[in-house]
């Protein structure tokens, strides 16, 4: 025996309302489940519920992008303007950037060097040895600067400044 036919018309009691709503939301996703395995078919669902809860569901062999940008190709509809396909590069070449400066950063510190390009092992020597330059300059800088205040702060003083070393063992 079939069920009986209902007149589809907004539900007024609340909590029918939200009883009803949460069996065909769960029997919806159920069903777009289906069709993906049955009939090996691309599917996107997206639910909003009144109170603002989102429900989603996107085939296994397809990301919810993806799935978007063809939606947008094939129905001519634009999803998102110019402006945020402008974000959208600017946000891949910022992620490439900071690949590549994570990359130059473990090769600074003799990390990840597989490539026996001399070329590019000369470029990690020299960024290196100009670096060590930079921090001598400052550490000589800070001890001038150090060594004046206490001079004009007090009279001498009886601390030693070590001196700066090339690194090699030898002053």
């Not at 069709?35 to 990301?63: E, H, Q, R, W």
């Not at 190709?73 to 891949?92: C, F, P, R, T, Y």
């Not at 590019?120 to 001890?143: F, P």
């Amino acid at each position: 025996m079939g069920r009986g036919k209902i007149e589809i018309k907004r539900i007024e009691n609340a909590n029918n309302r939200v009883v009803t709503f949460s069996k065909r939301r769960n029997g919806l996703v159920k069903k777009a489940k289906e069709i993906t395995v049955l009939c090996d078919a691309k599917v996107a669902l997206i639910v909003f519920a009144s109170n603002g809860k989102m429900t989603d569901y996107c085939c296994p062999s397809m990301d919810l992008g993806a799935m978007l940008d063809q939606y947008q190709k094939l129905s001519g509809k634009k999803l998102w303007d110019a402006k945020h396909e402008n974000l959208s590069n600017e946000i891949d070449r910022i992620k490439k950037e900071n690949d590549n400066l994570q990359l130059e950063l473990r090769h600074l510190k003799g990390e990840d060097i597989q490539s026996p390009n001399l070329k590019n092992l000369m470029a990690v020597e020299h960024a290196i040895e100009h670096g060590l330059d930079k921090v001598r300059d400052h550490q000589m800088e800070y001890l001038m600067t150090k060594r004046r205040n206490e001079n004009v702060g007090g009279g001498e003083s009886a601390t030693q400044f070590p001196a700066a070393t090339t690194g090699d063992g030898y002053s």
